[in-house]
C-alpha cells in the first residue's frame, strides 16, 4: 500500500491484520511450470505462496458474487445406444454467508495476500457484480492505495430477456488496481473496431488531428494507412458463454475464454506469471497456458481442478498439482503429506 487512505469502508468485527494461516505446499511449486493447480483454501495457499520468489503480473479474482445461492455444476452425459442427453447435478460453490460483513472480511483477507504476490508492474483484476462492487472498490482503495486504481471494467453482456420492475442487470464490474503506480505498468494496447458513424465520415483511414497554435484541436485529417481502431476502451461488450459453445463444461458461472483473453493479451507478455486464485473451470488457466503465460489455480473444489486439468489435456497441456495444507493438519499429521492425483 502506498499512502495512506484517508476513506475506509468499515464494519462490525473488521481487522485487516491477523496471524497467518501457516500452511504450506506439498509439493513446493515451481515458478516456471506452464501450468500449477492447488487443491486448497486459496488462503492458505496464496500465502504459502509468498515464499516462492516470483511474483505475478497479472492476478485475476472471480470470487462468489454473494448470492445467497449453492451453485451446481451441470454434467451432460449421451447415453451411447439411444443417443439421447441426460442432465445430472455436480459439486460447484457455495456462496451463503453468514452476513455481509463475513463475506468481506474474507475478500479483504484474500486481497491482502494476492497483493503481497504481485510484481511491481502486475495488477490485480477483481470481478464481481454490481451488489458489490462499491464495497469492494472501497475497499481495494485501502488495501492497495487509492492511486493504484486502474480501471473499472464493465462487461456487458446479452442474457434472456425478463420482465421485472427494474432494469434488466446486464453487466457485471472488473475493479483493476495497480500494485505499484510508480512502476511503467505492464500495459498493451488493445483496439477496437471504429463507430459506423465515425466510418461512415472518415473511412477507414487512420485521423490526425491538426491543432492549433493555442494548442487545441481545429480539424482532423484522414491519412492513407487504415486505422487500427479506436484504443479499447472499459465498456467491453462480450457474449456469456452459449449453452453450446464448445468451451462450455458445465461449471457455474464459467467466465467467457474472449474475456480472460482481453485481459491476459492487455495486462501481461508472454512469460508473465498468472494467477487465479478462484479457478473454476479453469477459463483463466486455459487462456494463459494456451498464451505462454505460466499459470498458478487454486480451488477448493476437487471436481473443479478435475474439470480444469481434462480441459487443459484437451489443448494438450499437462498440469503439475499440489495441495495447501493448513498448519492445523500439518500439526496432526507431520510426516504424511497429502496424497496427490493427477
Ligand atoms: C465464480 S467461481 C470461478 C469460475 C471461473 N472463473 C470459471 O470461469 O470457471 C468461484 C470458484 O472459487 C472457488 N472458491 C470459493 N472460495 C474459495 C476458497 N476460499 N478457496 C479456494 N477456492 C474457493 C469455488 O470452488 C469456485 O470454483
Not at 7 to 21: D, H, N, V
Not at 63 to 89: A, C, M, N, W
Not at 204 to 219: I, K, M, S
Amino acid at each position: 500500500m502506498v499512502g495512506a487512505p484517508k476513506i475506509t469502508l468499515q464494519w462490525p468485527g473488521k481487522a485487516l491484520s491477523r496471524a497467518p494461516t501457516g500452511g504450506r505446499l506439498t509439493p513446493a511449486v515451481c515458478p516456471d511450470a506452464p501450468v500449477t493447480l492447488i487443491e486448497g483454501d486459496n488462503l492458505v495457499a496464496l500465502e504459502a505462496l509468498q515464499q516462492d520468489a516470483a511474483g505475478f503480473t497479472l492476478a485475476y479474482l472471480d470470487p462468489p458474487f454473494f448470492t445467497g445461492r449453492s451453485h451446481h455444476r451441470v454434467i451432460r452425459q449421451r447415453d451411447p445406444e439411444s443417443g439421447q442427453i441426460s442432465r445430472s447435478l455436480g459439486r460447484g460453490f457455495d456462496d451463503h454467508w453468514e452476513s455481509l460483513e463475513h463475506y468481506l472480511s474474507a475478500l479483504a483477507a484474500r486481497i491482502s495476500a494476492v497483493h503481497a504476490l504481485l510484481t511491481p508492474q502486475g495488477c490485480l483484476v477483481l470481478h464481481v457484480d454490481p451488489k458489490t462492487s462499491h464495497y469492494v472498490k472501497v475497499l481495494c482503495d485501502e488495501l492497495f492505495g487509492p492511486e493504484c486504481f486502474a480501471s473499472e471494467i464493465v462487461w456487458r453482456y446479452r442474457r434472456w430477456p425478463s420482465k421485472q420492475r427494474n432494469f434488466q442487470r446486464v453487466h457485471d464490474v472488473l475493479l483493476r488496481y495497480v500494485k505499484d503506480p510508480k512502476a511503467e505498468p505492464r500495459f498493451q494496447q488493445l483496439y477496437e473496431p471504429l463507430a459506423p458513424s465515425t466510418r461512415a465520415t472518415w473511412g477507414e483511414g487512420q485521423q490526425r488531428a491538426v491543432v492549433g497554435a493555442d494548442g487545441r484541436r481545429v480539424r482532423s485529417s484522414t491519412l492513407e494507412q487504415p486505422s487500427r481502431g479506436v484504443p479499447l476502451g472499459d465498456v467491453w461488450e462480450i457474449g456469456i458463454v452459449a449453452p453450446v459453445a464448445k468451451e462450455r463444461t458445465g461449471y457455474p458461472t464459467q467466465k467467457p475464454e474472449a474475456l480472460l483473453t482481453r485481459l491476459i493479451e492487455a495486462c501481461t507478455l508472454p512469460g508473465d506469471r498468472v494467477l487465479d486464485p478462484y479457478a473454476g473451470s479453469g477459463t483463466t488457466l486455459a487462456v494463459a497456458a494456451r498464451m505462454g503465460r505460466p499459470v498458478v489455480g487454486i480451488d477448493e473444489n476437487r471436481e473443479a481442478l478435475e474439470l480444469c486439468a481434462a480441459r487443459l489435456r484437451r489443448q494438450g497441456l499437462g498440469v503439475r498439482r499440489s495441495r495447501a495444507v493448513p498448519r492445523s493438519l500439518r500439526q496432526a499429521r507431520p510426516t504424511s503429506p497429502a496424497r496427490l492425483t493427477g
